[in-house]
């Protein structure tokens, strides 16, 4: 089955370092506004959620229709991005 | 049991309070109905919760009912124990009595039979009427209280309490408040015990076949009812949260098949803050509830607790997670529910929570934390309701006029198409509807985005709505869309009404719209639905979905369906702002912005692009800002706001080239390039630092010397997709090391064209300050408008291994040396050169490690010392050492392409030129020099001190300056010191004096040059009184020559001379001085010293040269033969000189010839005499000066004492006698006095030594 996957790295800055679309699904034009609107708003939800727990993965801390967003918070506040359907 | 499902709506809806009963035995109620009555409500009950602890109820409602009134009479024991909440919960018992008697026989039996009944809570209050006055009434009354007291009260347990009516008694009612508190408390605690116990039973056959939902709603409703009259709101919630847990487990229990509501008129406005709109006797389904109807009654008893609580936080986290959850749920039966249920639903529900919420809620309610999450639950509310109301008006056709931006693409594009069972069916005589949709779709032009930026507009749809639309129509099966998309014609039920036009018409959206052609539609069912079909089709639908005349309205026109659009993303972005989503916030200010755009309040639509600008910008999300910023830009256009437009050209450019196209890119180029050569009204430097880069080469940084002038060269990067021209351009340079000075801008003079990518540009650097310095800023001109650059580059150096650090510390790209000498002026010789002659004077110019390309020498010569410009100037090459160039090891001079011949140079208004071959070697320049010194050399007579001449009088000076460095920048001055000497210093002597009168006289030459000198005649012409003996030519006795005298060494001449005795001849002076002429030649190196003088004909060192001729002047004197006085210094004491201590000096003067004057006679002659002393070592007690007088006679002496004292301690030199009418020749000083005497330091003093006697 077609899987929608992108991976993204944003600096402490919030400023994305790397993008990749890592998902089965052929690579649409719209795609790549799509998945960093949706990723950007998440940093929203990240800079809440990454200062009230110790823990570095958070899991699932959006989501957005059928993708999920996770991310891993990093000890410098580098964040790794995962979404997936 | 559920048939009282009636009866308890109604019971619950008529009863608020928690009921009092009273018992008016004695018909006292009305005269104390107002004083209880004022009692309510309670303050400050404490009741006890469902796990028994304590709690304070502020403001306690109740309600005081005679037992004889109706409301507590008519009821039925079954009901009773299920409605037992309504019942009283204290019984309140009013007596009166005044006579013994009369409470034991009457009273007190009928109190008995009143209080028999356990179940109820009650109390005696006795009601005394007796006057204050009356004693004896008032005992009575005490009497029949205490009787009471003792009948009815026990230890355990007050019951009975008194009211004094004419004298109440304050503590009256804290009693009686007390007794009904603890009355209710013990009934409230019976009555949870009761119910626990019911609904612990029912619980237990929850898996029973004859399990029944309503019952046990029924029961666990009313103790939550209870609990929620006592005002114990928490435990009330927390029943109604059990409620809703069971419900949702026997609603979720497999194989049971009920219908799960909805389906009603009005049903698609959610009920879930209005738990009373629907009755729960119509949502009964078998022995439960319809699920639609139920869970919204069910959240909605909880909001209202929640309310109650001051929770309006809670009620919109969890109404938002019950929506979410029901919206799922209304997905699951979506396919029964009528077109577009679930969205409708959904907008009414988040419609409704937001109003309520909102308005519950007073800001600094609760804690900070709480207050953003109740913020940000309200924006979600509102996102949640702008997307679907998006969707409905999406499927009535409004889809052109909804922004395609990426929030509303991604919130719109994955949301799926409702999922009805049949797709709504085109209504018959809605022809005229579908031609106006279908005008609507040709007018709408899709909106060209400024700089002519082409690019395909972001999906709305999760899949094409013609497609899912035509594939969920009833008479269409899988099979005819399949035919429907591949072009091909149905095979199956031979229906040919889609004609092969008609298939490709809808195989694309575009060609549908364009193609549609209005009187195409004939109603039959099979043809697919065009577009304008599918919107007139689900607009009809969508009416008879929608009860809500609000909602309706906002869907009706275009108009309207904007206006609420605008305040939903309104609302969600306020809120969210509120609760610090920012992202979420500003990107929903973006869709504000659109909306303002499209009506053209450019001003309005700016400001809030502006801020989504800023934070796509900010955050480095270029992708999102791509999208965003055209759309500033065209505002900022029409606004004129020039500043602004530039500046988001400028950002348009630097964002990644991938974003855009090339064309599109040009076009953003030219904007600024016509702008910048526009008349611009307010002229605004532009920040241009992401679009124009620079660093400093790589390599070393520039160094120069202090002073010089030099090119830095830049490296430049530009963004811009063509050629671009700069007016001018500037970079500034920032010293490191000093904080006070600021940058300085070093401006490149022409104008530049820079090309896409990296550009070197070379500015030419005025001398600067010592210090490294770094790049700062670039400034320039494009056109008339000035931009600055403030960022260096990354994709310069090789070093930018940080990614992160943008602020990286620059390296130094000019370094200028602390002043040092560059070069070095020196004579080349520093023995003495001839006199009188013109000599080469060598200049050493010696550059240290800097060129002398291009310098100029100033010559001053100094006074006494003249040029002798008739001769050429020459250069050479210095040599370090004469046996450098011995080294057979060192290759010749190969690090120098310049032979080291010697070349002539000329001399222009006191400059040379130094040429371009000794701009890096040392050289030596030759410049033939005459020092002129006027006087005649003099001998110096032997015996006599040397009075040798003065190494001073042969010092000339020379003053160069000489102008070097790039542009002749440096100067370096410099006074070089010359020696001249004349070629010999002649001393005389007699060197036998003969018999007969003959003089030898020895004139010996001192060679005072390095260079060997061969005299070649010499002769000397006697002054007068003096001849030369024999010949008389004045010629040496002995020829020897030439006589070669070599560097540093003397040689001797005789001369025979005699004493002759000139007679004076009137009018003529005598000559007094004799002269020697000495003629010669000089062979030295003009490297070492002297040597032959500079000729104009240059014929070569090896041929002869003129001899010169040196004349020295010397004095002869005639011996001293006659001495008439001897002046003899007599010997001082023997014990030594010391300081302070007197002396007497003795000299004894002795004549030694008669006086020629007066011979015969007796007299005395008077000798001046005189001493001289240094008046700072003695100290002469006497006359200094004075007449002696001494016998004219030969032989006559006298001794002549002074007195003197020694003032300082040393060897000092005493005072000498001189007798001034005397001529020294004819003194005689025997013996001589001695050149310096010892003096002793003053003794020591003993006087502090010695005891006193």
């Known amino acids: ?85 | 049991m559920a048939t009282f499902l009636p009866q308890f709506q109604s019971i619950k809806s008529s009863f608020a309070h928690i009921v009092l009963s009273v018992e008016d035995v004695s018909d006292l109620w009305p005269t104390i109905k107002k004083g209880f009555e004022e009692r309510l409500p309670f303050k400050r009950a404490s009741l006890n919760n469902k796990t028994r602890n304590p709690v304070l109820v502020d403001e306690l409602p109740a309600e005081f009912i005679l037992t004889t009134d109706a409301r507590l009479r008519s009821r039925f024991p079954q009901e009773q124990s299920l409605f037992w909440f309504r019942e009283p919960y204290a019984t309140i018992v009013l007596v009166t009595c005044e006579d013994l008697d009369e409470f034991k026989n009457i009273l007190k039996p009928r109190l008995k039979l009143i209080v028999q009944n356990d179940d109820r809570e009650w109390f005696i209050v006795y009601v005394s009427k007796a006057p204050a006055h009356n004693d004896q009434a008032t005992k009575m009354a005490k009497k029949v209280f205490a009787k009471l007291e003792v009948d009815f009260s026990s230890k355990k347990r007050e019951r009975c309490c008194k009211l004094d009516i004419h004298g109440p008694d304050p503590n009256f009612w804290d009693d009686l408040e007390g007794k009904i508190m603890e009355c209710i408390r013990n009934t409230l605690d019976r009555r949870i015990l009761f119910y626990e116990e019911e609904i612990r039973k029912l619980s237990e056959q929850r898996f029973m076949p004859v399990w029944n939902f309503c019952n046990f709603f029924i029961l666990k409703e009313s103790l939550a009812f209870m609990f929620e009259v006592a005002h114990l709101h928490e435990d009330a919630l927390r029943e109604y949260d059990e409620l809703e847990l069971c419900y949702l487990e026997t609603v979720n229990m497999a194989g049971k098949q009920r219908d799960f509501g909805g389906m009603e008129k009005g049903d698609d406005q959610a009920t879930l803050l209005d738990s009373g709109k629907k009755a729960l006797a119509q949502i009964v389904q078998d022995d439960s509830f319809r699920e639609f109807e139920f869970r919204q009654y069910l959240f909605s008893c909880q909001a209202k607790l929640l309310f109650k609580l001051k929770r309006p936080f809670e009620v919109a986290s969890r109404g938002y997670s019950f929506i979410i959850s029901f919206s799922g749920a209304l997905a699951l039966h979506e396919s029964m529910l009528p077109f577009c249920m679930r969205e409708v639903w959904v907008i009414t529900a988040c419609l409704a929570l937001i109003g309520a919420t909102a308005s519950n809620y007073e800001d600094g309610l609760a804690a900070p934390d709480v207050e953003k999450e109740f913020y940000r639950v309200q924006g979600e509310l509102h996102t949640l309701c702008h997307t679907k109301f998006m969707r409905l008006g999406h499927l009535v056709g409004y889809g052109s006029d909804i922004e395609r931006s990426p929030v509303n693409s991604a919130s719109l594009s994955m949301l799926p198409w409702p999922k009805p069972a049949v797709w709504p069916p085109l209504p018959p005589d809605a022809s005229s509807e579908v031609l106006a949709k279908e005008k609507m779709i040709l007018q709408e032009s899709p909106r060209l985005k400024h700089f002519g930026i082409q690019r395909k507009p972001l999906p709305l749809e999760p899949s094409v709505l013609l497609r899912e639309a035509n594939r969920r129509r009833a008479s269409l099966s899988a099979g005819n869309m399949s035919d429907l998309f591949d072009g091909r014609p149905r095979s199956g039920d031979g229906d040919s009404s889609g004609t092969p036009s008609a298939v490709q018409r809808v195989s694309n959206v575009s060609m549908s719209r364009t193609l549609s052609s209005p009187g195409n539609f004939d109603g039959s069912i099979d043809r697919p639905m065009r577009l304008a079909e599918i919107f007139v089709a689900a607009e009809h639908a969508l009416r008879n979905t929608i009860s809500d005349a609000e909602l309706w309205k906002s869907l009706s026109s275009v108009e309207e369906f904007e206006k609420k659009y605008l305040d939903l993303s309104k609302g969600a972005a306020n809120n969210y702002h509120r609760s610090w989503w920012k992202r979420h916030g500003v990107v929903l200010d973006g869709e504000i912005a659109a909306v303002h755009h499209k009506h053209e309040n450019y001003d309005l639509a700016a400001n809030l692009y502006e801020k989504v600008c800023a934070l796509y910008a900010g955050e480095g999300w270029e992708n999102l800002l791509a999208e965003v910023l055209p759309n500033l830009a065209e505002c900022q256009k029409i606004l004129s706001d020039q500043a602004g437009y530039l500046s988001s050209c400028v950002k348009l450019l630097s964002l990644d080239k991938g974003l855009f196209l090339p064309k599109e890119r040009q076009a953003f180029q030219s904007e600024v390039v016509r702008l910048a050569h526009s008349e611009m009204e307010h002229p605004v430097p532009l920040d241009v630092s992401s679009l124009i880069t620079f660093s400093s080469n790589q390599g070393p940084p520039l160094e120069l010397c202090d002073g010089d002038p030099g090119t830095l060269t830049v490296a430049l990067w530009s963004g811009f997709p063509d050629d671009i021209t700069l007016e001018s351009l500037s970079v500034m340079l920032t010293a490191t090391n000093s904080n006070d000075e600021g940058a300085k801008a070093i401006k490149s003079s022409e104008a530049i064209v820079l090309m896409p990518g990296r550009n070197n540009i070379t500015v030419s650097l005025p001398p600067q300050k010592p210090g490294s310095y770094v790049l700062g800023a670039l400034t320039g001109q494009i056109g008339q408008l000035r931009f600055r650059s403030h960022s260096f580059s990354k994709g310069g150096p090789a070093d930018t291994d940080d990614f992160m650090s943008f602020e990286k510390p620059t390296r130094p790209v000019l370094k200028v040396a602390r002043p040092r000498s560059l070069v070095d002026l020196a004579a080349a010789v520093s023995s003495a050169l001839l006199m009188n002659e013109t000599q080469w004077v060598g200049i050493i110019v010696k550059p240290i490690n800097y060129s002398l390309k291009g310098a100029v020498l100033h010559i001053d010569t100094g006074p006494g010392l003249s040029i002798a410009e008739k001769h050429e100037i020459e250069i050479e090459k210095h040599e370090f050492g004469a046996n450098n160039t011995d080294h057979s090891d060192n290759p010749p001079d190969n690090h120098s392409p310049v032979s080291a011949d010697v070349k002539q140079l000329s001399l222009e208004d006191g400059k040379i030129n130094l040429p371009d071959w000794t701009s890096n070697i040392t050289s030596v320049l030759w410049i033939p020099l005459k020092a002129i010194s006027h006087g005649l050399a003099e001998g110096t007579p032997a015996g006599t001190v040397s009075q040798r001449q003065s190494i001073v009088d042969g010092l000339r000076t020379i003053a160069l300056r000489l102008d070097f460095g790039v542009s002749h920048n440096q100067t370096f001055e410099k006074t070089v010191a010359v020696h001249f000497t004349d070629p010999f210093y002649v001393t005389t002597r007699v060197a036998d004096k003969c018999s007969d009168g003959t003089l030898l006289l020895q004139v010996i030459l001192q060679s005072q040059v390095k260079a060997s000198l061969t005299v070649s005649d010499a002769w000397l012409d006697l002054q007068d009184g003096f001849a030369h003996t024999g010949k008389g030519d004045g010629r040496p006795v002995s020829k020897f020559f030439p006589l070669i005298v070599s560097s540093k060494s003397r040689a001797g001449i005789l001369f025979s001379i005699c004493v002759v005795d000139t007679p004076a001849k009137d009018g003529e002076e005598l000559d007094p001085i004799s002269v020697l002429n000495i003629r010669y030649t000089i062979s030295g190196d003009r490297n070492l010293g002297a040597h032959s003088p500079v000729t104009k004909e240059l014929t070569g060192p090896e041929n002869e040269t003129d001899p010169l001729t040196f004349r020295s002047a010397l004095v002869l004197q005639r011996p001293v033969l006659d001495p008439c006085f001897a002046v003899g210094f007599l010997p001082l004491p023997s014990n030594g000189l010391r300081v302070g201590q007197l002396v007497t000096m003795k000299w004894r003067v002795e004549r030694l010839k008669d006086s020629g004057k007066d011979v015969d006679s007796d007299d005395v002659d008077e000798v001046l005499y005189e001493v001289n002393v240094n008046s700072e070592n003695w100290m002469v007690a006497g006359r200094k000066r004075g007449y002696t007088s001494l016998s004219t006679k030969q032989g006559s002496i006298i001794v002549i004492s002074i007195l003197c004292l020694p003032l300082v301690a040393g060897y000092v030199r005493p005072p000498q006698l001189g007798l001034p009418d005397v001529d020294k020749a004819n003194i005689s000083c025997n013996p001589p006095g001695p050149h310096l005497v010892c003096v002793l330091p003053p003794a020591f003093s003993s006087s502090y030594c010695v005891p006193a006697a």
Request: proline letters at 2%; one cysteine or more.
């Open chain 1, 1 to 85: 089955m077609a899987s929608t996957a992108c991976f993204m790295i944003v600096s402490k800055n919030d400023i994305p370092i790397y993008e990749a679309e890592v998902g089965t699904v052929p690579k649409k034009e719209d795609a790549a506004h799509q998945h960093q609107f949706i990723l950007h708003a998440a940093l929203d939800i990240v800079q809440d959620t990454a200062w009230n727990t110790s823990a570095m993965f958070l899991k699932s801390i959006d989501r957005f229709n059928d993708l999920v967003v996770s991310v891993y918070v990093t000890a410098g506040h580098i964040l790794s991005f995962v979404m997936s359907d």
